[in-house]
């Protein structure tokens, strides 16, 4: 059996060193430098950030049981207008690059699937960035496997 995109990755320290290498990525950018930079963030963003991907992509519920869930995170971005749509281009090149920061495996078809995670992800969060969007409550925790998004 094949192992999980998190398995192949290679786990937490592989998901830390990715949230890290793409924050630190994120806020040298010049436009998603505020979102990543603002007084207001979590202290404990980039690991927030690590388990919210490691449990998507495979890895343990970390994320659910600890932090929030997939609506919470959705509300997290939700409303922030539609100039949003540049800053998602944005953060999806910087979260591939990140993957080279992190020494992430360069298979074509991990990296595949990892960028077509992003992209699929930024497109989710961007369904909720008009004023005044309601983001509903149950949104099940979405799983991505080699294949795509999980039907489970």
Do not use: K
């Amino acid at each position: 059996m094949r192992p999980s995109l998190y398995e192949h990755a290679g786990g937490e320290a592989a998901f830390l060193a990715l949230a890290a290498a793409h924050h630190r990525r994120c806020v040298d950018d010049p436009e998603l430098n505020h979102p990543f930079s603002h007084p207001g963030q979590h202290p404990e963003h980039v690991a927030r950030l690590a388990a919210y991907w490691a449990e998507v992509l495979g890895g343990p519920p970390t994320y659910s049981t600890t932090a929030g869930d997939h609506s919470s995170v959705l509300r997290m971005h939700a409303g922030n207008g539609e100039g949003m749509h540049d800053l998602g281009r944005r953060f999806v090149a910087c979260f591939v690059a990140a993957m080279d920061d992190a020494g992430m495996p360069d298979d074509p078809e991990f990296r595949a699937a990892m960028r077509a995670y992003m992209e699929w992800a930024v497109g989710d969060v961007l369904i909720y960035t008009p004023e005044h969007s309601a983001v509903p409550t149950d949104a099940p925790m979405p799983r991505w496997t080699w294949a795509g998004l999980s039907a489970d």
